[in-house]
């Protein structure tokens, strides 16, 4: 059953956004693994659990159960995905304390390397708040790595607030839905 309404199907002039479908199960964990690789040769360890196979959010059960979202070219090339679950996993459940029932939790924001520098995470980040609404959802929450500063600027550049940092170390922000 679909709760939710892509709103504005453009994400900017040159990327659309839809819905994942099980065929696109491949091509976002590649799309992952790549994201996790390049990580990898800026120093960082984020994501490294997908480099030795493992998926830690489940992202072909949440193709599945419908929560994973893709974001492609004219030429319908895949330049981005991200996840969009209803209900707090066990790790948000760490990070925020409470499963807030009016929110959405975003993970796994990944942008085509060859697609990088061009705004497309804000672009994102904006379609999430502006062009998808949920039924009885009002609130985005994300996390991220503390020390990973420029994903850091680009939530607070995106208008999502700061509200604390984890014992395990990662920053939580959150933002009203429009």
């Not at 453009?10 to 065929?23: C, D, I």
């Not at 090339?77 to 996993?89: H, I």
Request: charged share 25%; net charge negative; hydrophobic share 40%.
């Amino acid at each position: 059953m679909k709760n939710f309404n892509i709103t504005i199907p453009a994400v900017n002039h040159e990327v659309r956004a839809f819905q994942a479908a099980a065929g696109d199960t491949e091509e976002v964990m590649a799309l992952l693994v790549r994201t996790a690789q390049w990580l990898q040769s800026k120093g960082s360890t984020q994501w490294n659990e997908l480099l030795e196979g493992k998926d830690v959010h489940g992202m072909a059960q949440s193709i599945l159960d419908g929560d994973v979202f893709v974001f492609k070219n004219k030429e319908n090339k895949m330049v981005g995905a991200v996840m969009l679950p209803q209900k707090a996993s066990a790790w948000d459940l760490e990070l925020w304390g409470d499963d807030l029932e009016e929110a959405i939790y975003l993970h796994r924001l990944a942008i085509d390397r060859n697609t990088a520098g061009k705004n497309l995470g804000a672009d994102i980040l904006d379609w999430v708040t502006n062009g998808i609404s949920f039924n009885g959802k009002s609130v985005i929450r994300l996390d991220c790595i503390a020390t990973n500063e420029s994903l850091n600027r680009l939530y607070s550049g995106a208008g999502f607030t700061f509200r604390g940092t984890s014992e395990s170390g990662f920053n939580i922000y959150d933002k009203p839905k429009q």
